[in-house]
């Protein structure tokens, strides 16, 4: 019997060193040399630097590193190098529209099947990794588990797409965000997959494990989506819950009081920004709460100007009270009216996403303030900065290259020139080249806990 598992697991190291040296060799040296780099931690830049990179890590970065022989060269010397963006708040495989659902997303649920949402998740992931966006929280309303299975599928190496950090169903208790007729409660199962009830301590526990067994790597909660919401204590038993697998909890909030409850329970990450009083960001700051505030510009195709007038003072009032922004944008529709005004094209979920900008603009923040959020802050609400992130040896190579310098001109970042993920390159001279990202099967086998 010993000598059968120790067959077997010969096996399995074979068959995974195998599967590890199909994607990018790594022995393969890559050297970009960057005309700029932004350290947007610091807010910093420096001229002339190169990177070194070898399979999908960086070695080390620096003004005047030798290029070793047969490295490839990329060239980036006129442009600025930068960390990759995150959305900090999104929503891949929903898309509610005015047709013919009158943007009621009861419809949507009804409507469009969850393999069907699945392919529209891949998509909006090429379209946000071509603008830019390496990673993205993905938080809820994906039907069954559309999200996990785009991380998975992205992680093993089947299509290119940013590293999803996905929540899997919204935990909340009876109705979630619905409110459903007895008929489709009961008969037709209306609430799930698209919210996860859970009421008692039991079913929060429960639910919990179900998402993390499922592909999870965070946690969201409706905290109050119903009056008979969350406790601080039912909070705190999620958060203690959610930990033993690694996940941090965010709580959708949209009533003061529920925003209370979730920053007395200590929450991870408050989302929605539109009910929080100055006390309120006030005392995130104290305790280093995120905010992925969800801040939607006003646009032709979105929004109206009094409420915009309301998401830029709340903004301004939370980056004034030193909360830790995120950039978040809670993207889950769309329209006819998503063109461009001069060519006419459609807008990429990329651009739509990178229009966000407008509402930080609006509150005078910062360029180099709006990049942190973009970045730095991003990386920490996705808990995953000690991986990914900052251009430094031994992080994954993930960055992009912009024309300008976005810590002075944030528009900047509008025109995303060149995208590296994982060490190979998605975009070059603004034009995508995926092919590499592309495989038949799935060649790469993700280190660390439940590739499932
Ligand atoms: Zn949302």
Not at 163 to 185: A, K
Not at 220 to 247: F, M, Q, R, T
Not at 270 to 294: C, D, S, V, Y
């Amino acid at each position: 019997m010993k000598k059968c598992i120790a067959l077997f697991c010969a096996i399995l190291v074979l068959t995974f060193s195998t599967n590890a040296q199909t994607q990018t060799p790594p022995s393969q040296i890559t050297a970009i040399k960057a005309g700029r780099l932004i350290d947007p931690e610091s807010g910093t830049m420096a001229t002339n630097q190169v990177i070194l990179i070898q399979g999908e890590k960086i070695t080390a970065v620096g003004a005047n590193l030798a290029i070793p022989a047969g490295a490839i060269v990329i060239d980036l010397s006129k442009l600025t190098v930068l960390p990759g963006l995150v959305d900090a708040h999104t929503h891949m495989a929903l898309t509610y529209k005015d047709q013919p659902e009158n943007n009621y997303y009861y419809l949507t649920v009804v409507m469009d099947s969850t393999p069907l949402r699945a392919i529209q998740a891949a998509s909006n992931g090429i379209q946000l990794l071509s603008s830019g966006f390496t990673v993205i929280r993905d938080v809820g309303n994906n039907g069954l588990y559309a999200d996990t299975a785009l991380r998975q599928a992205i992680e093993q190496g089947w299509l290119p797409g940013p590293t999803v950090i996905p929540s899997g169903i919204i935990i909340g208790s009876t109705g979630g965000q619905l409110w459903p007729t007895p008929e489709m409660y009961k008969r037709h199962s209306i609430v799930y997959p698209e919210y996860l009830d859970a009421n008692s301590h039991d079913e929060i526990v429960r639910a919990i494990r179900e998402n993390m067994l499922f592909g999870a790597r965070t946690i969201k909660l409706c905290i109050d989506c119903k009056p008979w919401g969350y406790s601080v204590e039912d909070i705190k038993l999620a958060i203690n819950e959610a930990a033993k697998g690694g996940c941090k909890v965010e709580g959708h909030v949209q009533t003061p009081e529920g925003a209370q409850r979730a920053i007395d329970a200590g929450i991870y990450i408050i989302a929605h920004g539109n009910t929080l009083t100055p006390e309120h960001h006030r005392q995130m700051a104290e305790k280093g709460i995120f905010l992925a505030g969800t801040d939607t510009p006003f646009t032709k195709y979105r929004g109206t100007e009094a409420a915009f007038k309301q998401t830029v003072a709340k903004l301004r009032d939370a980056w004034e009270k030193k909360v830790p922004l995120t950039f978040s944008t809670d993207f889950d529709y769309w329209n006819e009216r998503m063109k461009d005004e001069k060519t006419g094209e459609w807008l990429s979920r990329g651009d739509l996403t990178i229009a966000f900008i407008e509402t930080w603009k609006a509150a005078n923040i910062p360029p180099a303030d709006i990049l942190k959020a973009m970045t730095i802050n991003g990386y920490k609400a996705a808990d995953i900065i000690k991986e990914r992130g900052p251009i430094k040896a031994g992080m994954f190579a993930d960055m992009i290259a912009v024309a300008g310098d976005p810590l002075t001109d944030i528009d900047a970042l509008r025109n995303v020139q060149f995208v590296m993920k994982n060490g190979m390159v998605f975009k070059k001279d603004g034009v995508m080249a995926p092919e590499k990202f592309f495989h038949p099967g799935p060649v790469r086998i993700p280190s660390g806990r439940w590739t499932r």
